[in-house]
């Protein structure tokens, strides 16, 4: 059964930059795509970024795109999420899933992702 263990959050200033990490265990990651979310308070959970199995797709969302880096190591079971550029409204709770079926790319829904993190905050604040 794979269990998922976000790190790297804290508090940074605005411009700063935060690099998440999504570690997974008890299961190899390289069957799973990966997405990343955030939920700040009263806000419905929402896609950031997301990549494929084998990492050849990646996804943004439009208020990160360009700001946002996600990359996977598959021979560390790990995925991460580097933050440039941040804002206040970058502010919430960050958390990861995973995707078990077969398929090419990744989505930014929460639909396909059963299996979550714990999550990590991240705050941007001067």
């Known amino acids: 059964q794979l269990t998922l263990a976000e790190s790297g959050g804290g508090l940074v200033q605005p411009g700063g930059s935060l690099r998440l990490s999504c570690a997974a265990s008890g299961d190899t990651l390289v069957d799973y795509a990966i997405g990343w979310f955030r939920q700040a308070p009263g806000k419905e959970r929402e896609g950031v970024s997301c990549?494929?199995?084998?990492?050849?797709?990646?996804n943004y969302s439009d208020s990160v795109k360009g700001r946002f880096i996600v990359a996977r190591d598959n021979a560390k079971s790990t995925v991460y999420l580097q933050m440039n550029m941040l804002t206040p409204d970058d502010t919430a709770d960050y958390f990861c899933?995973?995707?078990?079926?077969?398929?090419?790319?990744?989505?930014?829904?929460?639909?396909?992702?059963?299996?979550w993190g714990q999550g990590t905050q991240v705050t941007v604040s001067s």
């Open positions: 899933g995973a995707d078990w079926r077969p398929r090419p790319d990744c989505s930014l829904t929460k639909g396909p992702y059963e299996i």
């Open positions: 990549i494929s199995d084998r990492g050849s797709i990646t």
